[in-house]
T-cell receptor, first 112, second 112 residues
Protein backbone atom coordinates (compact mmCIF):
# COMPACT_ATOMS: atom_id res chain seq x y z
CA UNK A 1 0.00 0.00 0.00
CA UNK A 2 1.36 3.41 -0.96
CA UNK A 3 1.65 6.05 1.75
CA UNK A 4 -0.66 8.40 -0.15
CA UNK A 5 -3.50 7.26 -2.38
CA UNK A 6 -5.25 9.54 -4.85
CA UNK A 7 -7.78 8.66 -7.52
CA UNK A 8 -6.16 9.71 -10.82
CA UNK A 9 -9.51 10.36 -12.50
CA UNK A 10 -9.83 11.84 -15.03
CA UNK A 11 -12.64 14.06 -13.75
CA UNK A 12 -14.73 16.11 -16.16
CA UNK A 13 -17.28 18.65 -14.91
CA UNK A 14 -19.31 21.52 -16.39
CA UNK A 15 -18.38 25.10 -15.62
CA UNK A 16 -19.85 26.25 -12.33
CA UNK A 17 -19.87 22.79 -10.74
CA UNK A 18 -18.53 22.03 -7.28
CA UNK A 19 -15.49 19.79 -7.51
CA UNK A 20 -14.37 17.44 -4.76
CA UNK A 21 -10.85 15.97 -4.82
CA UNK A 22 -9.64 13.52 -2.21
CA UNK A 23 -6.64 11.67 -0.87
CA UNK A 24 -6.16 9.04 1.78
CA UNK A 25 -2.94 8.27 3.58
CA UNK A 26 -1.51 5.65 5.89
CA UNK A 27 1.28 7.46 7.80
CA UNK A 28 -0.21 8.96 10.95
CA UNK A 29 2.96 11.08 11.40
CA UNK A 30 2.00 13.40 8.54
CA UNK A 31 1.30 16.88 9.90
CA UNK A 32 1.44 19.13 6.84
CA UNK A 33 -1.06 18.64 4.03
CA UNK A 34 -0.74 20.45 0.73
CA UNK A 35 -2.56 20.73 -2.54
CA UNK A 36 -0.59 21.56 -5.65
CA UNK A 37 -2.00 22.47 -9.05
CA UNK A 38 -0.05 21.44 -12.11
CA UNK A 39 -0.89 22.73 -15.55
CA UNK A 40 0.24 20.77 -18.56
CA UNK A 41 4.02 21.00 -19.08
CA UNK A 42 4.45 23.17 -15.97
CA UNK A 43 5.81 22.53 -12.50
CA UNK A 44 3.51 22.03 -9.49
CA UNK A 45 2.20 25.26 -7.97
CA UNK A 46 1.28 25.38 -4.29
CA UNK A 47 -2.45 26.03 -3.99
CA UNK A 48 -3.19 25.51 -0.31
CA UNK A 49 -1.66 23.98 2.77
CA UNK A 50 -3.03 22.96 6.15
CA UNK A 51 -1.25 22.10 9.35
CA UNK A 52 -2.82 19.20 11.25
CA UNK A 53 -6.61 18.84 11.18
CA UNK A 54 -9.29 21.32 10.20
CA UNK A 55 -10.54 23.42 7.33
CA UNK A 56 -8.96 26.24 5.40
CA UNK A 57 -10.68 28.45 2.87
CA UNK A 58 -9.17 30.66 0.18
CA UNK A 59 -11.59 32.17 -2.27
CA UNK A 60 -13.27 29.38 -4.21
CA UNK A 61 -11.01 26.73 -2.66
CA UNK A 62 -11.52 24.87 0.62
CA UNK A 63 -9.10 22.32 2.03
CA UNK A 64 -10.20 19.86 4.70
CA UNK A 65 -8.12 17.47 6.77
CA UNK A 66 -9.59 14.65 8.86
CA UNK A 67 -6.67 13.03 10.66
CA UNK A 68 -8.89 10.54 12.45
CA UNK A 69 -9.89 9.08 9.08
CA UNK A 70 -6.56 9.85 7.37
CA UNK A 71 -8.48 11.64 4.65
CA UNK A 72 -8.00 15.03 3.03
CA UNK A 73 -10.16 16.90 0.54
CA UNK A 74 -10.03 19.91 -1.73
CA UNK A 75 -13.27 21.54 -2.80
CA UNK A 76 -13.50 23.96 -5.70
CA UNK A 77 -16.68 26.05 -5.89
CA UNK A 78 -17.95 27.67 -9.07
CA UNK A 79 -15.34 25.82 -11.11
CA UNK A 80 -13.88 27.63 -14.13
CA UNK A 81 -12.24 26.35 -17.31
CA UNK A 82 -9.01 27.87 -16.00
CA UNK A 83 -9.17 25.35 -13.13
CA UNK A 84 -8.50 22.56 -15.64
CA UNK A 85 -5.25 21.00 -14.44
CA UNK A 86 -3.87 18.08 -12.47
CA UNK A 87 -4.29 18.43 -8.73
CA UNK A 88 -1.70 16.76 -6.53
CA UNK A 89 -2.05 16.18 -2.82
CA UNK A 90 1.19 16.11 -0.83
CA UNK A 91 2.02 15.44 2.78
CA UNK A 92 4.95 15.93 5.06
CA UNK A 93 6.08 14.89 8.50
CA UNK A 94 6.92 17.87 10.70
CA UNK A 95 10.68 18.23 11.15
CA UNK A 96 12.96 15.41 10.07
CA UNK A 97 13.62 15.08 6.35
CA UNK A 98 11.07 17.65 5.19
CA UNK A 99 10.26 15.14 2.45
CA UNK A 100 7.03 15.68 0.52
CA UNK A 101 5.09 12.53 -0.33
CA UNK A 102 2.77 13.06 -3.27
CA UNK A 103 -0.35 11.34 -4.53
CA UNK A 104 -0.60 10.41 -8.20
CA UNK A 105 -2.63 13.49 -9.02
CA UNK A 106 -6.20 13.88 -10.31
CA UNK A 107 -6.66 15.33 -13.79
CA UNK A 108 -9.57 17.78 -13.81
CA UNK A 109 -11.26 19.24 -16.89
CA UNK A 110 -13.85 21.99 -16.49
CA UNK A 111 -15.93 22.30 -19.64
CA UNK A 112 -17.33 25.71 -20.66
CA UNK B 1 10.83 37.52 -6.93
CA UNK B 2 12.06 35.27 -9.72
CA UNK B 3 11.04 31.64 -9.53
CA UNK B 4 13.08 28.46 -9.73
CA UNK B 5 14.81 28.31 -13.09
CA UNK B 6 15.57 25.05 -14.86
CA UNK B 7 17.25 24.26 -18.14
CA UNK B 8 16.91 22.78 -20.59
CA UNK B 9 13.13 22.53 -20.67
CA UNK B 10 13.18 19.58 -23.00
CA UNK B 11 15.85 17.02 -23.85
CA UNK B 12 15.78 14.07 -26.22
CA UNK B 13 18.68 11.64 -26.16
CA UNK B 14 19.45 8.09 -27.16
CA UNK B 15 19.90 5.46 -24.50
CA UNK B 16 23.40 5.09 -23.07
CA UNK B 17 24.09 8.79 -23.68
CA UNK B 18 24.84 11.16 -20.77
CA UNK B 19 22.55 14.06 -19.88
CA UNK B 20 22.66 16.91 -17.38
CA UNK B 21 20.01 19.19 -15.94
CA UNK B 22 20.60 22.55 -14.31
CA UNK B 23 18.66 24.34 -11.58
CA UNK B 24 18.92 27.85 -10.19
CA UNK B 25 16.84 28.14 -7.00
CA UNK B 26 15.07 31.20 -5.69
CA UNK B 27 17.52 33.64 -4.16
CA UNK B 28 18.00 33.02 -0.46
CA UNK B 29 16.59 29.50 -0.54
CA UNK B 30 19.08 27.26 1.21
CA UNK B 31 17.29 23.98 0.64
CA UNK B 32 17.15 22.50 -2.85
CA UNK B 33 15.38 19.37 -4.02
CA UNK B 34 15.46 17.25 -7.16
CA UNK B 35 12.34 15.22 -7.93
CA UNK B 36 11.46 12.82 -10.74
CA UNK B 37 7.89 12.73 -12.04
CA UNK B 38 6.94 9.77 -14.19
CA UNK B 39 3.95 10.04 -16.49
CA UNK B 40 0.71 9.89 -14.54
CA UNK B 41 2.49 9.91 -11.18
CA UNK B 42 3.30 12.42 -8.50
CA UNK B 43 6.85 13.70 -8.04
CA UNK B 44 9.25 11.49 -6.10
CA UNK B 45 12.24 12.87 -4.24
CA UNK B 46 15.67 12.01 -5.59
CA UNK B 47 17.93 14.20 -3.45
CA UNK B 48 17.78 17.10 -1.01
CA UNK B 49 20.50 19.66 -0.35
CA UNK B 50 20.93 21.90 2.66
CA UNK B 51 23.27 24.55 1.26
CA UNK B 52 25.99 22.52 -0.46
CA UNK B 53 25.48 19.34 1.57
CA UNK B 54 23.41 16.41 0.28
CA UNK B 55 21.42 15.45 3.38
CA UNK B 56 19.00 12.95 1.81
CA UNK B 57 20.06 11.01 -1.29
CA UNK B 58 18.57 7.67 -0.32
CA UNK B 59 16.32 7.59 -3.41
CA UNK B 60 19.01 8.57 -5.89
CA UNK B 61 20.11 5.62 -8.11
CA UNK B 62 23.78 6.12 -7.48
CA UNK B 63 25.02 3.75 -10.14
CA UNK B 64 24.02 6.16 -12.88
CA UNK B 65 22.79 9.37 -11.24
CA UNK B 66 24.93 12.05 -9.64
CA UNK B 67 24.23 15.54 -8.39
CA UNK B 68 26.17 18.48 -7.12
CA UNK B 69 25.47 21.87 -5.64
CA UNK B 70 28.66 23.82 -5.67
CA UNK B 71 28.71 26.98 -3.52
CA UNK B 72 25.26 26.12 -2.22
CA UNK B 73 23.34 27.87 -5.01
CA UNK B 74 22.94 26.29 -8.46
CA UNK B 75 22.68 22.54 -8.81
CA UNK B 76 23.26 20.01 -11.55
CA UNK B 77 21.75 16.55 -11.86
CA UNK B 78 23.46 14.11 -14.20
CA UNK B 79 22.53 10.73 -15.63
CA UNK B 80 25.20 8.57 -17.22
CA UNK B 81 24.37 6.41 -19.03
CA UNK B 82 20.68 7.09 -19.58
CA UNK B 83 18.23 4.21 -19.86
CA UNK B 84 14.79 4.06 -21.47
CA UNK B 85 13.16 4.03 -18.02
CA UNK B 86 14.71 7.39 -17.18
CA UNK B 87 12.22 9.17 -19.42
CA UNK B 88 10.38 11.50 -17.05
CA UNK B 89 10.10 15.10 -15.94
CA UNK B 90 12.89 16.17 -13.59
CA UNK B 91 11.73 18.87 -11.20
CA UNK B 92 13.82 21.15 -9.04
CA UNK B 93 12.33 22.82 -5.97
CA UNK B 94 13.70 25.14 -3.32
CA UNK B 95 12.66 26.68 -0.04
CA UNK B 96 13.99 28.94 2.66
CA UNK B 97 14.07 27.77 6.24
CA UNK B 98 10.65 27.30 7.75
CA UNK B 99 8.78 27.81 4.49
CA UNK B 100 7.24 25.52 1.89
CA UNK B 101 8.74 24.36 -1.39
CA UNK B 102 8.45 26.16 -4.71
CA UNK B 103 8.90 24.16 -7.88
CA UNK B 104 10.52 24.99 -11.18
CA UNK B 105 8.94 24.19 -14.57
CA UNK B 106 10.89 20.94 -14.91
CA UNK B 107 12.99 19.33 -17.62
CA UNK B 108 11.16 16.79 -19.75
CA UNK B 109 13.59 14.00 -20.68
CA UNK B 110 12.88 11.52 -23.46
CA UNK B 111 15.26 8.61 -23.87
CA UNK B 112 14.98 6.81 -27.22
Amino acid sequence: QKEVEQDPGPLSVPEGAIVSLNCTYSNSAFQYFMWYRQYSRKGPELLMYTYSSGNKEDGRFTAQVDKSSKYISLFIRDSQPSDSATYLCAMMVQGGSEKLVFGKGTKLTVNP
Amino acid sequence: EAGVVQSPRYKIIEKKQPVAFWCNPISGHNTLYWYRQNLGQGPELLIRYENEEAVDDSQLPKDRFSAERLKGVDSTLKIQPAELGDSAVYLCASRREGALQFFGPGTRLTVL
